[in-house]
């Protein structure tokens, strides 16, 4: 198990519904957040330490739209500051190792994306192998099909099982008032709904989704001068598997193994899990790989099936599980990123609360 | 009268790539009518690749032909294909296992529409496209009965290049405070935002006011002054890049318009020469007639005041502000 330097706790979060259309920009969709989450820890914005985001600017339509974005953060008189071209959860990553260094003590971390003014599929399909793949459009979608089918065929799942998560996640999200899709949703009626991605059906694929999150992460003193009810990241890890899908066994998750050991995901109670779920299969194999049992409560929020704004979507299911901890549903649990097509790229971080 | 308009633009970034001595011969024989796959032990891959997957180490060119026939061991059917795609109506997307290759190639298999044609475990074999770049577009596979014979003439310098034009589509409504500048732009007047915070204005604004972080509306707005200070400017020699416009030099300045704290920026300037500029000048706008007015230029991440409102600025012959008053504007 990674040994942690410095202890870091969540001290404040917000999160933006998950809008169908956000009808403003990007840095008026994050600022509400950030505001919310200075406010809640009483500091000033300039006794912030360091400062991070995360955001794609395929997905903005805008060079450097991330710059722009820094004027949601409140970066003037300047600031330490830096940003990822990834999920905030991966911003959340950086700014847990910055404060391993053991000489700053408040990081501001946020992820933000609009995907309804954009193609996320001709986007994000430029994530892919730029000789062999991005030339013929391989869109996260076809990818995520491909791992479905490759389920059905190695006979370890199939479509009901496909529809009891849709129909599972947007049970779940009827509690969650950030969730853009909820509701009861009968598995026979979904199991008839046609294809748009065979063996894949509409609600097995994310909607179309705009939001932003924003937390402040703090070491140990300082976190609990900040607030009274800590939520600690006791690790974090990132692991990878190749960017080519055929070289992988898209039925499993090495990479969700290797990282679930080293954060020591089974040293203790598993409560909650908060699962980047994009596409209904992808739950069969994260609680696979991530060994999970049925004393484990997987995405109580709904999870990204139920409102899925990407670049903030990871973030915020770290977010769900710090508040789902806050209010006492669990003492220990698990949020999982990904990036990448069909769970190329997982990240996952273990939260407890301050009993 | 002129009206507004949703945002819809393509974003284009045309891309260059070496290809290296693996995938460069791959692409010249798709060109060429042929697949390459890359040995690597006892195996041999395809696509073919410079590095061995399992352990990472170097592959030397080793090519070799694989296919044109292969097997589907993993497929999808697209129901809805997006523009990137290969082709316009419902196909399928399938691990191809080509006959001599151990690692199977991601692509398009044309069964004219029918998903029903798709199974693991098809035969499947390919087809090249008239039109040939050194891309892996070149090839797409139809099952392999519909196969048609092709004679494939074979181009004559190796590809060592390969252009990738990407292409992102933005389409959405102008944000209610841009639509509100832009129907001022058509109504002749320049509107712009006050901070509550610090009283500030900025021109145009951006739906908050960025140093106080407090988000703007409608409330927040004013109309101000068409006549202002030039506060920078620079002559544009135009560079042709890929979607360059302009040929001829001209000049791009900023104006602070009075009552205002936050220069224009990206007014442009036909009628003068960059010798007849100051920092410090009085500039007054001369709009076009409402008729001829458009707003077309304005989305919801670029433009200022276009040329499309405007016949032309103009110097109002008032004194100069000096220009040390001004340093605060200067951008």
Redesign the interface.
């Known amino acids: 198990m990674v040994s942690v330097a410095e202890d870091v706790a969540i001290v404040a979060f917000e999160q933006t519904p998950s809008h169908a ?1 956000f ?3 990007e ?2 969709m994050i ?2 957040c ?2 919310s989450v200075i406010e809640q820890v009483g500091m000033d ?1 300039h006794d912030i330490d360091f400062t991070i985001a995360g955001s794609c600017d ?1 997905l903005s ?2 060079p450097f ?1 991330f710059v722009m974005n820094i ?2 953060v ?3 008189p300047p600031v330490y500051e830096s940003h990822v071209e990834m999920d905030g959860a991966w911003a959340l990553f950086e700014g847990f190792v910055r404060l391993q260094s053991g000489d700053i003590d408040t990081v501001l971390v946020s992820g933000s994306g609009k995907c ?4 996320y ?3 994000f ?2 994530q892919t ?11 996260p979608r ?1 990818q995520a ?2 791992q ?3 389920l059905i ?1 190695a006979g370890k799942a199939t479509e009901r099982d496909f529809a009891e998560v849709v129909a599972r996640s947007h049970a779940n999200a009827k509690d969650n008032p950030y969730a853009q899709l909820s509701g009861d949703l009968s598995v026979d009626e979904l199991l008839a709904e ?7 059906r509409r609600l097995d694929c994310p909607p179309t989704s705009d939001g932003a999150a924003a937390m402040i992460i703090a070491r140990a003193d300082k976190a609990r001068e900040l607030c009274d009810n800590p939520v600690w990241i006791r690790a974090i890890d990132h692991r990878i598997d ?1 960017h ?4 992988r066994d ?1 039925t499993d998750s090495p990479s969700v193994r290797i990282a679930a050991d080293r954060v020591g995901l089974h040293d203790g109670p598993v409560d909650i899990a908060e699962l980047t779920v994009t596409y209904s299969p992808e739950e069969i194999i994260l609680r696979d790989a991530l060994g999970l049992n049925g004393e484990t409560s997987v995405n109580p929020s709904g999870g990204p099936l139920t409102g899925s704004p990407f670049m903030a979507v990871g973030l915020t299911r770290v977010i769900e599980l710090a508040r789902a901890i806050r209010n006492g549903d669990g003492g220990r649990g698990v949020a999982h990123a990904s990036s990448g097509p069909a769970l190329q790229q997982n990240l996952l971080c273990v939260l407890e609360g301050d009993g | 009268m002129p009206q507004l308009h949703d945002v819809d633009y393509t974003l284009e970034y045309p891309y260059t790539r070496t290809t290296g001595p693996i995938i460069g011969p791959f692409l010249t024989g798709l060109r060429d009518g042929r697949i390459l796959g890359q040995r690597c032990g006892d195996r041999v891959l395809c696509p073919p690749m410079e590095f061995d997957p399992d352990t990472f180490a170097t592959l030397e060119s080793d090519l070799v032909e694989v296919g044109p026939g292969g097997e589907v061991v993993n497929w999808t059917w697209v129901a809805e294909p997006s523009a990137k795609h290969p082709f316009d109506r419902p196909f399928g997307f399938a691990f191809i296992k080509l006959d001599g290759a151990d690692t199977a190639l991601v692509h398009a298999v044309d069964t004219g529409g029918d998903p029903e044609a798709m199974s693991t475990g098809m035969r499947v074999r390919a087809q090249f496209r008239d039109e040939r770049h050194g891309s892996v577009a070149d090839v797409y596979f139809v099952p392999e009965a519909d196969a048609a014979d092709q004679v494939i003439e074979p181009g004559e310098e190796p590809v060592t290049i390969t252009e990738h034009l990407i292409g992102l589509r933005i389409n959405e409504p102008l944000y209610p405070h841009r639509a509100r500048f832009a129907q001022g732009l058509l109504d002749g007047k320049i509107i712009g935002q006050r901070s509550p915070v610090t009283g500030k204005v900025y021109v145009p604004g951006r739906g908050y006011d960025n140093m106080s972080r407090v988000l703007m509306s409608e409330s927040d707005e004013v109309e101000v002054s068409d006549v202002g200070t030039v506060v920078a400017f620079t002559e544009l020699n135009p560079v042709q890049y890929y979607g360059q416009t302009e040929t001829e030099p001209y000049v791009r300045c900023s104006i602070l318009f009075d009552g205002t704290d936050q220069p224009v920026i990206g007014i442009d300037i036909r009628d003068m020469t960059v010798d007849e500029m100051r920092v410090g000048m009085r500039m007054r706008c001369i709009w076009r007639d409402p008729e001829e007015r458009s707003v077309e230029d304005i989305d919801n991440r670029y433009g200022n005041i276009p040329e499309t409102v405007y016949a032309r600025f103009e110097p109002t012959g008032e004194p100069d502000i000096p220009a040390d008053e001004l340093k605060e504007h200067s951008w």
């Open positions: 259309h009808n403003d920009s840095p008026a600022m509400p950030v505001n914005r395929y339509g805008m739209a004027d949601a409140g970066a003037w309804s003014p954009g193609s599929r001709e986007g399909s430029l192998d730029p000789y062999v793949h991005a030339p013929i459009g391989l869109d076809t099909g491909f479905a089918q490759a065929a046609p294809y748009v991605q065979q063996p894949l190749s080519h899908p055929t070289l898209l």
